[in-house]
């Protein structure tokens, strides 16, 4: 629901969310149909009659669906800024996401803890914190008892196996849609990490100022938007504090998958230069070091 110490946003305050994500993507080189779906979007809201927070509150993400235009990447874009929430995505686009948007999804983290894990643990995704959850690091920071880890040992399952529909306690519906940080092939992610790593040199793509460590204000990030099939993604050099502090800032790559189909599917990786082990020198994708051994001894052939 909305929250009720602020007005939400009203529907021309909504549209005009939609409409500026429409016009990074262009600026950005992203695909044109992506960011036409976006405008469509707006147009549908800008023309609605009835507030859209009206409509959600009383069919939840799936009174959003019904909007034309609106499928189910758009509505939970949408679910997000009514309930006065981030939209990672348009975060993204200004060069203000980061890791901690991404833990703080996760029931029993809130924006605190996922800042404490950042900080703490140095983990820049959802594959990681995962890896983490298991290993035992999450469970050794102070504060998180056995019931919190069990609640997100499950929840990261979940998102990888299926989209989950369930109720929220005041009765309206909440949809997830499908993580897939643990089934696209790391082949794709190396892939695309090539693809950045060669138009960030050869500077074929925008770079753009972000918000976060970067007191001038200056346009350094560069940020590729790619597909492969009928994937979106998003690369751009981690500009974290972490990576600012171990001077990795040109070295580690954040890749986001956002894509506009009915499964509302997503993902988030982190690769970088391997400096240890049988894979130093190479690069890996964190969480996926397995992965990566197989797909490095496989081309050796």
């Not at 305050?13 to 960011?35: K, T």
């Not at 560069?222 to 979106?232: D, F, G, K, S």
């Amino acid at each position: 629901m909305p929250d009720q110490n602020r007005p939400p946003l009203d529907n021309t305050e909504l549209a005009q969310n939609l409409q500026r994500a429409a016009e990074l993507l262009l600026e950005q080189g992203a695909n044109r149909f992506r960011a036409a779906a976006y405008e469509k979007a707006a147009q549908s809201i800008r023309k609605s009659t009835v507030p859209l927070w009206r409509i959600y509150e009383a069919g939840g993400i799936f009174g959003l669906e019904n909007i034309d235009g609106v499928g189910r990447t758009i509505s939970r874009a949408l679910q997000q800024l009514i309930c006065g929430e981030r939209w990672p995505l348009l975060q993204r686009l200004q060069g203000g996401d980061s890791a901690e948007t991404a833990f703080a999804s996760v029931p029993s983290i809130g924006p605190k803890l996922a800042k404490r894990i950042h900080d703490e643990l140095h983990v820049e995704s959802l594959a990681e914190l995962q890896v983490a959850a298991w290993d035992g690091r999450l469970i050794a920071l102070e504060g998180f008892g056995e019931k919190r880890l069990r609640a997100v040992k499950e929840s990261l399952l979940a998102r990888g196996r299926t989209s989950e529909i369930s109720m929220r306690s005041d009765g309206g519906a909440c949809t997830d849609s499908v993580d897939l940080t643990s089934e696209i092939p790391v082949s794709e992610l190396l892939d695309i990490d090539d693809e950045y790593a060669f138009k960030s040199i050869q500077r074929k793509i925008i770079q753009i100022a972000p918000k976060k460590n970067n007191p001038h204000n200056r346009a350094w990030l560069p940020i590729l938007h790619t597909t492969r099939e009928n994937h979106h993604y998003t690369a751009l050099f981690s500009n974290s504090d972490h990576a600012h502090a171990m001077g990795t800032t040109k070295d580690w790559v954040i890749i986001y998958l956002e894509d506009h189909n009915h499964r509302g599917q997503h993902g988030r990786w982190t690769v970088i230069t391997s400096r240890f082990g049988k894979l130093r020198g190479k690069r890996i994708v964190r969480g996926r070091e397995k992965a990566c051994e197989i797909y490095y001894r496989e081309r050796a052939f």
